[in-house]
Structures are given as structure tokens and as C-alpha cells.
């Protein structure tokens, strides 16, 4: 069984940055995707970013391309969101989480078999 530990969340004014960072209970060697969501109040849980454990190619929602970067570390069996230049709308819960296949389509939410807890981030005006 696959744990996620979300953590980096917090309070930041905008045009601040966050680093958020998903530790991984099992060692990841194989081409799954790992992906960043996040729900906001109300809303639907959204795609932010992904990224291929094998190449570390990523992809990014519109919303925060240029803005966000999502990496990993092997080693460590852990990935990265870092997020500049924040905004208000960037409020709400993030959420990690890998694939239930290899190389899945990174965007969609339905791809995800395992999640983390989530850890909020707010950014105020």
C-alpha cells in the first residue's frame, strides 16, 4: 500500500512562494505519474501539475504554467510542487498523488489511486 505525506502548506501573501513537498512510504521505480491537485472550497478537485517518475517530464495546468514547477527526488521517493508568484485564487487544499498505471495521462483526476491528506494553502490580498 502506497502512503502520501503532503507537507509545506501555509499562509502567503500574494506574489509570495511555497514549496510543497509529497513523501512517498514505498520506493517509486517504475513510470508511474505523479500528480498535484487541489480543491477549493465549493469546487471541484482540479489538476495543477504532473510529472513522469521515469524522465521527470512534467505538465501543467494552465493556471500555473510559468508559475509552478513540479519536480522529484529519486533518492528520497519524493516530489515537489514549488509555487511563485502566488495569487488568491491559488487558495485551497493540494493534494499528491500517483497513478494506478504507468504513464497515465496526467490530468486526469480518475488516472489517481492513491492520494494524500492534502495541506492548505492559503494566499492572501
Known amino acids: 500500500q502506497v502512503q502520501l505525506v503532503e507537507s509545506g502548506g501555509g499562509l502567503v501573501q500574494a506574489g509570495g512562494s511555497l514549496r510543497l513537498s509529497c513523501a512517498a512510504s514505498?520506493?517509486?521505480?517504475?513510470?508511474?505519474?505523479m500528480g498535484w491537485f487541489r480543491q477549493a472550497p465549493g469546487k471541484e478537485r482540479e489538476f495543477v501539475a504532473g510529472?513522469?517518475?521515469?524522465?521527470?517530464?512534467?505538465y501543467y495546468a494552465e493556471s500555473v504554467k510559468g508559475r509552478f514547477a513540479a519536480s522529484r527526488d529519486n533518492a528520497k521517493n519524493t516530489v515537489y510542487l514549488q509555487m511563485n508568484s502566488l495569487k488568491p485564487e491559488d487558495t485551497a487544499v493540494y493534494f499528491c498523488?500517483?497513478?494506478?498505471?504507468?504513464?497515465?495521462?496526467?490530468?486526469?483526476?480518475?488516472?489517481?489511486?492513491?492520494w494524500g491528506q492534502g495541506t492548505q494553502v492559503t494566499v492572501s490580498s
Open positions: 514505498v520506493r517509486i521505480f517504475s513510470d508511474y505519474t
Open positions: 510529472i513522469r517518475w521515469i524522465g521527470g517530464s512534467t
Open positions: 498523488a500517483r497513478s494506478t498505471l504507468l504513464r497515465s495521462t496526467p490530468s486526469d483526476v480518475h488516472n489517481y489511486a492513491y
